[in-house]
């Protein structure tokens, strides 16, 4: 039972690691600075590039290392990864991110969890930087993992896409490219951030179909 279990245990937890060290950084860096400025914006870029780098590393043998919804989905329509495990392992991730919201609501006690919102330049533009910078990240994914001479460096190579994405799309949409990563502090914090939820939920997912169609199409 387990070993049939274990790349959904993976995607659980890594799911759960991620989430948590992102939303973490996000509160513990504002209680130190009492606001979000390019301090914090470095620090959570740092945490969410390295700490996707180390989770693949650690999980990549047993689950592949998705830890996002958006992922599975776009190597699913890419034609490299099985249908039948995209429903479980978004099960897997959802819930992961959920655990890591509780956990950090146990710790801080506090409704603020790092939830992601739309910048100044309005929801519209939170939403195209979410499909964009989506669409590189499935781009980057399917070329480092595709290529056998690159692809023991890929969690480095997708680690640092993250980093570089936080950077930046942070201004503009918090930068999630992750509905897993947006949808458990959102659900806690309810408010705007749940209001515009639907921009994390249907960024990442285009975002990760335009990916998956360009590389097919064009990079294969």
């Known amino acids: 039972?387990?070993?049939?279990?274990?790349?959904y245990i993976a995607e659980f937890f890594?799911?759960?690691?991620?989430?948590?060290?992102?939303?973490?950084?996000?509160?513990?860096?504002?209680?130190?600075?009492?606001?979000f400025g390019?301090?914090?914006?470095?620090?959570?870029?740092?945490?969410?590039g390295l700490a996707l780098a180390v989770l693949i590393y650690a999980f990549g043998?047993?689950?592949?290392g998705h830890f996002n919804p958006a992922v599975t989905i776009g190597l699913w329509y890419a034609k490299k990864f099985p249908a039948n495990k995209v429903v479980p392992y978004i099960v897997?991730?959802?819930?992961?991110?959920?655990?890591?919201?509780?956990a950090l609501w146990v710790v801080v006690r506090e409704s603020k969890l790092g939830a992601t919102t739309a910048g100044t330049f309005g929801t519209t533009s939170a939403f195209l930087i979410e499909v964009f910078a989506t669409a590189l990240f499935l781009i980057v994914i399917l070329s480092v993992t595709s290529n056998k001479k690159t692809e023991s460096h890929a969690p480095l190579a997708i680690g640092f896409y993250l980093l570089v994405a936080h950077l930046y799309a942070i201004p503009?949409?918090?930068?999630?490219?992750?509905?897993?990563?947006?949808?458990?502090?959102?659900?806690?914090?309810?408010?705007i951030p749940f209001a515009q939820l639907w921009i994390y939920i249907a960024g990442?997912?285009?975002?990760?179909?335009?990916?998956?169609i360009i590389f097919r199409r064009l990079l294969e």
């Open 1 to 7: 039972m387990y070993v049939r279990m274990k790349d």
């Open 14 to 35: 890594g799911a759960f690691a991620l989430v948590f060290a992102i939303t973490t950084a996000i509160v513990g860096t504002v209680s130190l600075t009492s606001t």
């Open 38 to 48: 390019i301090l914090n914006l470095i620090a959570v870029a740092l945490t969410a």
């Open 61 to 64: 043998s047993a689950s592949g």
């Open 92 to 102: 897997s991730q959802l819930l992961g991110a959920m655990v890591a919201s509780l």
């Open 172 to 191: 503009f949409s918090g930068a999630s490219l992750n509905p897993a990563r947006s949808l458990a502090p959102a659900l806690f914090e309810g408010g």
């Open 204 to 212: 990442p997912i285009v975002g990760a179909l335009v990916g998956a």
